[in-house]
């Protein structure tokens, strides 16, 4: 529904409640609230009720004021709204298949949505893969480098032992 159907609709029923409960409303109102306790007994009290006079006229219909009202139906609900109309018209099937419409859209762009996010995470993944492959090649430098450097190491002390053995052969007598 539109608005404005919306607020002729909500502006039809506060008139319809008032206008069916204003008169009660109004003659309660009047008259004020009086409630009088009623005794058995008819020494409590001496006052009694003035005789009625009713020359009320009859109970005003609603149909006087809105004589079109007993001639709404469903069908009128919405008429002057195109949008509306248009929509009432169309078939069951028509609808049905326009939801199938809808629900396939929204399948796709869910589809397209996770197409994207896979590729991202992909690429993401792949970013990490190299930089791990980086690691690992910088690693296995290292351990090459350290073990050359070992390597280098036990050389270096075999000369030097070798150098140390002859010194003391010389008579050096070391520290």
């Not at 004020?32 to 109970?59: E, L």
């Not at 350290?146 to 070391?174: F, H, V, Y």
Request: charged content about 25%; proline content about 5%; some cysteine.
């Amino acid at each position: 529904m539109t608005r404005r159907s919306e607020s002729c609709l909500i502006i039809f029923a506060v008139l319809s409640v008032l206008c069916i409960s204003g008169p009660a409303l109004y003659w309660v109102i009047q008259k004020g609230f009086s409630f009088k306790p009623t005794t058995t007994s008819s020494s409590s009290s001496s006052i009694a009720c003035s005789p009625c006079i009713c020359d009320c006229p009859p109970p005003l219909s609603i149909l006087k004021y809105a004589p079109g009202l007993a001639n709404l139906s469903v069908t009128d609900c919405g008429k002057d709204d195109p949008d509306l109309k248009e929509e009432m018209e169309k078939q069951f099937v028509d609808l049905l298949s326009e939801e199938l419409k809808l629900q396939k859209a929204v399948g796709e762009e869910h589809i397209r949505h996770m197409n994207v996010t896979f590729g991202e995470a992909r690429r993401v993944a792949s970013q990490y893969q190299k930089e791990a492959e980086k690691c690992n090649t910088a690693t296995e430098t290292c351990e090459q480098a350290r073990e050359q450097a070992e390597a280098l190491m036990r050389r270096e002390k075999k000369i030097t032992s070798l150098w140390e053995q002859r010194a003391r052969q010389l008579g050096w007598q070391g520290e």
